[in-house]
C-alpha cells in the first residue's frame, strides 16, 4: 500500500522566516496531495492542495510543489506568523479516494 | 448546512464494553471514513466506504467494525473495547466528482475522545 513520510516531525521559526515542510509518497497511482492544518483540540482542516498534473500551486503565503518523478512534494510557508503554530499533515491519496497521511510536523512560530 | 458531525464528542469505557460512534454529514458526500489519531502520529485510516451499502478495511481494521446503511452516515463499532483503542476517532467525509474530476477534499468531523480503562 502507499506509504508516506513526512518530515521534520517538529519545526520552529522566527516570526517573519520561512517554513518547508516535505513528504514523500511510494505509491505512482497517487494524485491528490493535500495539505492540513490541525490547531490544538480541533479538527484537521484543508489549506492547499495539488493535483499530480500540476507542479506548483500559490495561495497567499502558501505553496506547494510536487516532483511526481521522485515522488516528493512539499509546503511552503512564506513570511510566518504566531497563527500559523499547529500541526500540518500531508497526504497522498489515489484515485478512488483513499489517503494516507503523514504523521504530522508540529510548527512554532516564536514572535 | 452543519457538515460533518459526530456523536458523541467524548467517552469513556471499560475494558470489554461495546460501543458506537455515529458520524453524520449532510454534503451528499460519496465517500466517507473513520480515522484514529495518537499522540505524535498522523491519521490512521480504520475502514471507510465509497457509498451506500459497501465498506472496505484501511490500515488498522482490527477491533473495529462499520455500517453505511444510509449515504449520510457511517458507523464505527467496537464490539470489545481495549485499552489501546484509546485514541481520538476522527470521520470524514468527500466527493468523488466535479465536472469531470476526481475530487476528494476530506472535511472531518470535530472528533470523539474515547478512554478505555
Known amino acids: 500500500g502507499e506509504n508516506v513520510e513526512q518530515h521534520p516531525s517538529t519545526l520552529s521559526v522566527q516570526e517573519g522566516d520561512s517554513a518547508v515542510i516535505k513528504c514523500t509518497y511510494s505509491?505512482?497511482?497517487?494524485?491528490?496531495f493535500p495539505w492540513y492544518k490541525q490547531e490544538l483540540g480541533k479538527r484537521p482542516q484543508l489549506i492547499i492542495d495539488?493535483?499530480?498534473?500540476?507542479g506548483e500551486k500559490k495561495d497567499q503565503r502558501i505553496a506547494v510543489t510536487l516532483n511526481k518523478t521522485a515522488k516528493h512534494f512539499s509546503l511552503h510557508i512564506t513570511e510566518t506568523q504566531p497563527e500559523d503554530s499547529a500541526v500540518y499533515f500531508c497526504?497522498?491519496?489515489?484515485?478512488?479516494?483513499?489517503?494516507?497521511f503523514g504523521d504530522g510536523t508540529t510548527l512554532t512560530v516564536k514572535p | 448546512n452543519a457538515g460533518v458531525t459526530q456523536t458523541p464528542k467524548f467517552r469513556v469505557l471499560k475494558t470489554g464494553q461495546s460501543m458506537t460512534l455515529l458520524c453524520a454529514q449532510d454534503m451528499n458526500h460519496e465517500y466517507m471514513y473513520w480515522y484514529r489519531q495518537d499522540p505524535g502520529m498522523g491519521l490512521r485510516l480504520i475502514h471507510y466506504s465509497v457509498g451506500e451499502g459497501t465498506t472496505a478495511k484501511g490500515e488498522v481494521p482490527d477491533g473495529y467494525n462499520v455500517s453505511r446503511l444510509k449515504k449520510q452516515n457511517f458507523l464505527l463499532g467496537l464490539e470489545s473495547a481495549a485499552p489501546s483503542q484509546t485514541s481520538v476517532y476522527f470521520c470524514a467525509s468527500s466527493y468523488t466528482w466535479d465536472r469531470g474530476q476526481s475530487k476528494n477534499i476530506q472535511y472531518f468531523g470535530a472528533g470523539t475522545r474515547l478512554s478505555v480503562l
Open positions: 497526504a497522498a491519496t489515489l484515485p478512488w479516494g483513499k489517503s494516507t
Open positions: 495539488i493535483r499530480s498534473n500540476v
Open positions: 505509491d505512482s497511482a497517487s494524485n491528490y
